[in-house]
Every structure is written in C-alpha cells, then in structure tokens.
C-alpha cells in the first residue's frame, strides 16, 4: 500500500484546510485509516481515524473542528480542518492500518502551518 497525501499549506488562525490521503496498491486490504500529526519538538500524535465501514474516531483537540471523511471510490481519505489556530501547526501524515492493530503504511507528509 502506498499512500500520497496532499493539502497543506499557510492559512491564518481561524482559516481552513481540507487534507487529502491518496491510496494505491493493494487497497482492498485496509482495515482503517488514519490522520496524525508531528509538531517541532513533539512526538507524533493521532488526529482522526475512519474505517472503511465509516466509524470515525477524534483525538479530543480536535473535535468539532476537524473532520474525517472518506471516497472508497476514490481510495481517498479526507481530512477537513476547520478553525485552525497555532496550535495545529505540525506536519500531517495518513497511515494506513491492515487490521484492527497498528498502522502499517504512511504517507510522506504534508506541512500545515496556522500564522496567529
């Protein structure tokens, strides 16, 4: 599974952002996937997380801003970030999970930067 996400960028403190997560390969196999986030000097930390089926999870910071979507069409996972402050600011990955376990795939990346 290979996963290629897209959509950061600089937006202000309050803006918006819609991530993307593109998967190729063999999609057929994914359980769930997943948004996580890195910022400077801090440990990866989990974001949003959808199954195939569509049940969704939220870290706590994030809910009723952000929202995680899905286009099994397109083996695409969407990530739609609203009222952005500092805080967000960090470098978003996608993984992909096979199972109910640990995520086994990651994308490269994709900076978000939120300016106050």
């Known amino acids: 599974v290979q996963l290629q996400a897209s959509g950061g960028g600089l937006v202000q403190a309050g803006g918006s952002l819609r991530l993307s997560c593109v998967a190729s390969g063999r999609t057929f196999s994914i359980y769930r996937m997943g948004w996580f986030r890195q910022a400077p000097g801090k440990e990866r930390e989990f974001v949003a997380a959808?199954?195939?089926?569509?049940?969704?999870t939220y870290a706590d910071s994030v809910k009723g801003r952000f929202t995680i979507s899905r286009d099994n069409a397109k083996n695409t996972v969407y990530l739609q970030m609203n009222s952005l402050g500092p805080e967000d600011t960090a470098v978003y990955y996608c993984g992909a999970a096979i199972g109910p376990g640990e995520y086994r795939y990651w994308g490269q990346g994709t900076q978000v930067t939120v300016s106050s």
């Open positions: 959808i199954r195939w089926s569509g049940l969704s």
